[in-house]
């Protein structure tokens, strides 16, 4: 007979994991209040604040400069495809514009800046959590969530934007470059196309959502950072949960702002 888990046993496996998922919640909106009210000290910690865009921002820009390029150059080849013999290609830049600048620049910059910025801020704070510099910061009077959380959101906040804006300009050129010398379809023809149907609000409800996403990375980055524990491995193990969950959170995210800015 095969051995099976006591029922007794499941739920309480299935109860904690629920309990589990709603404490974290908790602790993330708690952080998350914490962090507004630290936008009192705002003016104390704007050097900090700068190196954090920096870091985010500048820093990011040779991985979104590559991502950017060829999202926009198979988003055009595979929108030519799928164009053949139904749609004309003069409207190849109309739809490839407002898949870029709607969707695809907004999500996978963020995606890109999770994987680089999420993991960094998450192992930064995780070291200095489980070397208790955080409790060193503590019993100086220093609030962490200050000092090392309001820097850090309010940076990604501004520049996750910024770097979605590069993204979607280096995005359009690498899909005329596809469509101009792989495709046949004149640069003319393909930039006409993309301002045909061309509204300001699809460029901001792109903004929203990477803003919100910025949010995200680095709010689950801190959380992740400062609940770590267990010496290298629980490090390594924050890091790990704060790319995974930053990663789920933005896909999740996008639905829901989606639904919220395209509501019929």
Known sequence: MRWQVPRTIELEYVGGKVVRFFSHTGAVFILLGQTVVALAEIRKRVGLWFDQMLFVGVRSLPL??????????????????????????????TAVGKAIVIELAP??????????VGAAIAAEIGT???TEQVDALEAMGISPVSY??????????????VLTVFADFIAIM??????VFFVGLPGEIFLNGVKLFFHVSDLMSGLVKAAVFGLIISLVGCYHGL??????????????????????LILVSDY?????????
Not at 68 to 87: D, E, L
Not at 231 to 237: F, I, K, N
């Open 174 to 179: 690498g899909a005329m470059a596809v469509a």
């Open 256 to 264: 829901v702002v989606a639904t919220l800015l395209f509501s019929i």
């Open 148 to 161: 090392l959380v309001f820097p850090r959101v309010a940076a990604s906040v501004v520049m996750l934007p």
């Open 227 to 248: 609940s770590a524990e267990g010496g290298a491995e629980g490090v390594g193990q924050s890091t790990t949960r704060a790319v995974v969950w930053a990663s789920v």
């Open 128 to 130: 200095m959590k489980v």
């Open 107 to 116: 999500v996978l910059t963020a995606l890109v800046v999770a994987g680089r």
């Open 64 to 93: 979104i400069v590559i991502t950017s390029v060829f999202t926009g150059g198979v988003s055009a080849w595979q929108a030519a495809y799928q164009f053949k013999g139904y749609i004309p290609l003069r409207y190849l830049g």
